[in-house]
């Protein structure tokens, strides 16, 4: 089981910017892909950034060429930088381990970090 904690949410105005970051407990470049998720409030929970452990990174159409994903791989930690942030980006962001063992995907989830952008 990895355990992930997230930090560096907040409140944020239109048009700024809010860097996430996510420390694991074991060798980031260990997991197969580690990842960004968002819920909004009545709305189901939503893949937001995911990176691979060679390399490969997914955005959802919503954030692209806005937000961009990173890892540390000697601090095992994990950043979502993000740019241009709108009120509809307004939700709770969670960090996201997965791991696959024997066909099936192993989840491991941070607590969440709440990130609020005003109009």
């Known amino acids: 089981q990895v355990q992930l904690v997230e930090s560096g949410g907040g409140l944020v105005q239109a048009g700024g910017s809010l860097r996430l970051s996510c420390a694991a407990s074991?060798?980031?470049?260990?997991?197969?892909?580690v990842g960004w998720y968002r819920q909004a409030p009545g709305k189901q929970r939503e893949l937001v950034a995911t990176?691979?452990?060679?390399?490969?990174?997914n955005y959802a159409d919503s954030v692209k060429g806005r937000f961009t994903i990173s890892r540390d791989n000697a601090e095992n930690t994990l950043y979502l930088q993000m740019n241009s942030l709108k009120p509809e980006d307004t939700a709770v962001y969670y960090c996201?381990?997965?791991?696959?063992?024997?066909?099936?995907?192993?989840?491991?989830w941070g607590q969440g970090t709440q990130v609020t952008v005003s109009s």
């Open positions: 990176i691979t452990n060679i390399g490969i990174t």
């Open positions: 996201n381990a997965r791991n696959y063992r024997a066909g099936l995907s192993l989840d491991d």
């Open positions: 074991v060798r980031i470049f260990s997991i197969n892909a």
